[in-house]
């Protein structure tokens, strides 16, 4: 979607993944300084920091340099995250600028 290869030339930086992770797991993320972004969760359920955050909620992170996600039960997150560039948002059509 984005990144190398992609079809779309971003200006700022981003960080996209997709993360599956299984039963039992915590995965420690560290964020890049200045960057803020959300974690949505797909499938299962998670705790972020502690937080528990359930399926089809998401949650907006920022002023954090690492994140903590562990899982009971088997998890699909997205995780999406990026450098703010302080300009206003301008919508033409189904696009945003």
């Excluded at 992609?6 to 039992?24: C, M, Q």
């Amino acid at each position: 979607i984005v990144g190398d290869g992609g079809a779309i030339a971003l200006k700022t930086a981003v960080e996209y993944l997709d993360v599956s992770l299984d039963a039992g797991t915590t995965w420690q993320k560290p964020i890049a300084e200045g960057f803020r972004g959300l974690l949505y969760v797909v499938m299962g359920s998670v705790r972020v920091n502690g937080e528990a955050l359930p399926v089809n909620a998401a949650a907006f992170v920022e002023d954090e340099s690492t994140l903590i996600i562990a899982c009971d039960h088997e998890a699909h997150l997205m995780f999406c995250f990026g450098k703010p560039h302080h300009e206003p948002i301008y919508q033409h059509g189904p696009y945003v600028d």
